[in-house]
């Protein structure tokens, strides 16, 4: 059931799906449509767990796609640390290593945090912290297609690669962890990118801030 928060603390709006599935052009989107001024977006893969302490052929056989792989107690630290007014150093991630490069981008407060990753319904720890829970619902083969067109062009990855992993970790992750958290979902998007969708969220989010002004 969608909860509201209060007005000492930020909306909290998760939104999750496969890999590909679009999640992230929505989760842009609102934020977008909201404003940096209003809004802050913060992705959950950039919480993948440092592999600097493995040799490089070794971190690439690790399964990014169950929740081990990710620190989320950190992650939920950060989110509740911003749900309580309080700026984070988000750590940033090379994909193309699989290391956290020792970098920070400081996170600040806002009075919409838009959480997306595809695990984020997964977590109990997540979902508790978020006031509506959003998944992006795509066929498989249109996911597959998008994936291997980022990672080949964004992350420096072959073809052979890319659809190996499909294979061996991706689809059977997808099917273990993320289909079956889009029973938490409060509004489940089809297709990915979804004009009325987004419109629709957006005015919900605007509703909610202009009735904590009055």
């Known amino acids: 059931m969608?909860?509201?928060?209060?007005?000492?603390?930020?909306?909290?709006?998760?939104?999750?799906?496969?890999?590909?599935?679009?999640?992230?052009?929505?989760?842009?989107?609102?934020?977008?449509?909201?404003?940096?001024?209003?809004?802050?977006?913060?992705q959950q893969d950039a919480y993948y767990r440092d592999l600097s302490?493995?040799?490089?052929?070794?971190?690439?056989?690790?399964?990014?796609?169950?929740?081990?792989?990710?620190?989320?107690?950190?992650?939920?630290?950060?989110?509740?640390?911003?749900?309580?007014?309080?700026?984070?150093?988000r750590p940033v991630y090379d994909f193309a290593q699989h290391v956290r490069t020792g970098e920070f981008e400081t996170i600040e407060p806002r009075s919409v945090l838009i959480v997306e990753g595809i695990l984020v319904l997964v977590e109990p720890d997540l979902r508790?912290?978020?006031?509506?829970?959003?998944?992006?619902?795509?066929?498989?083969?249109?996911?597959?297609?998008?994936?291997?067109?980022?990672?080949?062009?964004?992350r420096g990855r072959s073809v052979k690669s890319v659809l190996d992993q499909y294979m061996k970790t991706v689809r059977p992750m997808?099917?273990?962890?993320?289909?079956?958290?889009?029973r938490y979902a409060d509004v489940v998007i089809p297709e990915g990118y979804n004009t009325n969708a987004v419109g629709v969220v957006t005015r919900m989010i605007e509703s909610v801030l202009a009735e904590e002004q009055t």
């Open 2 to 42: 969608t909860t509201w928060p209060t007005s000492a603390a930020p909306l909290t709006i998760g939104v999750a799906g496969g890999s590909g599935s679009g999640k992230t052009t929505i989760a842009e989107a609102i934020a977008g449509k909201v404003g940096s001024g209003r809004s802050v977006l913060i």
């Open 53 to 89: 302490h493995l040799p490089p052929d070794e971190r690439a056989k690790v399964n990014f796609d169950h929740p081990d792989s990710l620190e989320t107690e950190l992650f939920v630290e950060h989110l509740r640390e911003l749900r309580a007014g309080h700026p984070v150093q």
């Open 128 to 154: 508790d912290l978020m006031d509506v829970r959003i998944f992006v619902d795509t066929d498989g083969d249109l996911r597959l297609a998008r994936r291997l067109e980022r990672d080949v062009a964004e």
């Open 174 to 182: 997808h099917l273990q962890f993320v289909e079956p958290s889009k």
